[in-house]
């Protein structure tokens, strides 16, 4: 999973299914989160993309998106949010939130 900053974020989000976790590294759902969507990238392999959004790193990103808590995910669809959850999440919701918009 790639972490990206706010000069990469729109050319990564553009096309296709992108499931975004907004994190911090101080954070230590976000830390299992990590782990469980390393499972995730696993299974759901070149049908969606996940990326990484520092919070501390990439201000602007998180007040553009109304980040107030971490983790937070947001699924974009071909560059428009489609969906948006806040707080740590099992693999099978995660990869059935996917699955929803594939």
Excluded at 40 to 52: F, L, N, T, Y
């Amino acid at each position: 999973m790639k972490i990206v900053n706010e000069n990469e974020f729109q050319n990564e989000i553009k096309e296709g299914v992108v499931f975004v976790d907004f994190f911090a590294t101080w954070c230590n759902p976000c830390r299992m989160m990590s782990a469980v969507l390393e499972d995730v990238d696993k299974e759901i392999s070149g049908k969606a993309k996940i990326i990484k959004v520092d919070v501390d790193q990439s201000e602007n990103l998180a007040k553009t998106f109304g980040i107030m808590s971490i983790p937070t995910i947001i699924i974009f669809k071909n560059g428009q949010m489609v969906e948006k959850s806040v707080g740590f999440m099992q693999k099978d919701q995660c990869v059935e939130l996917i699955k929803k918009y594939l």
